[in-house]
């Protein structure tokens, strides 16, 4: 819904109706009641839209207080109302607990021991990883195992599948050094040249990760699961934009037969499936992976 209203945006001016940004913001605000990490993507829809406005204000010869009202102009004083509106939402997700007893007060003062769980958990964890890790699963997490008879073991580890993390952060990577070129080049003038999507899928990509540099208490990579569908639009984006060269077209089958094939060879361990050990161990391609 965000996309839907950006296109809108670019093509209509901030005249665009709204409707598409409340829809942005009410989703936001039920992933937002079951998880706290998409914040970040959300911080990455305001980033983009706050990049627009401030290259209007920028051109304005006006002082430094007429900038700033012209700033929180529409649609921005929306925004707040739909923030608000969030909010009611994220709360009204607590409506099960109090009918269970909890009582208002104890449901805002949940928040922040929530808040001070995380900002003070100091445990650590033999399957814990560093944020740079993540793209290239270098230790996954190790979730189960049960060794059985005739050398067989069952397994599950937290694995993502290769030709898709690495191919596709590849590609998030020539996206980014592709759009920063272009926006060097056309002096951030000319918003529309570097391509929405290139842009839409790079900046969510990025608040969603770069936010755990600032994080010190242990993490995993299944915090970087919110990122696995941007790596498969960022493949996407480029088989989309070179698809009449018939190289690309070669490839874009090879990249998708070897995804299914690798899906297919890791699905015992990333399953449970009983299968021997040999054939378990075979697939430890980095030293970090255990299962």
Partial sequence: FFLIYLRSVLKNGWKAPVQPLFLAILFFALGFSTKWLVLYGFAGQLAILAVLRLREIAKLKKSLSDKINAFFNHPYSVIVRFL?????????TYIPDMLAGRSVIDVLGLQGGMFNYHATLTATHP???????????LKPV?????????????????????????GGFACIISISILSIDKVIKTGGKRFGEVGLPAIFIATFFFFQWLPYVLISRVTFI??????????????????????????????????FVSAVALFALFYPVISGMPASTSSIDSLKWLNGWGF
């Fill in 84 to 92: 608000l509106v969030a909010v009611l939402v994220y709360f009204l």
């Fill in 127 to 137: 399957y814990a990883s560093p944020w740079w890790t993540w793209p290239f699963m």
């Fill in 142 to 166: 190790w979730l189960y195992v049960s060794y059985l008879p005739l050398s067989m073991k069952s397994t599950i580890v937290l694995l993502g599948n290769p030709a898709v993390w690495w």
């Fill in 222 to 255: 299944y915090h970087f699961y919110v990122n696995a569908p941007f790596l498969c639009l960022a493949a996407a984006y480029f088989i989309s934009k070179y698809w009449s060269n018939r190289w690309v077209k070669v490839a874009a089958i090879a990249y």
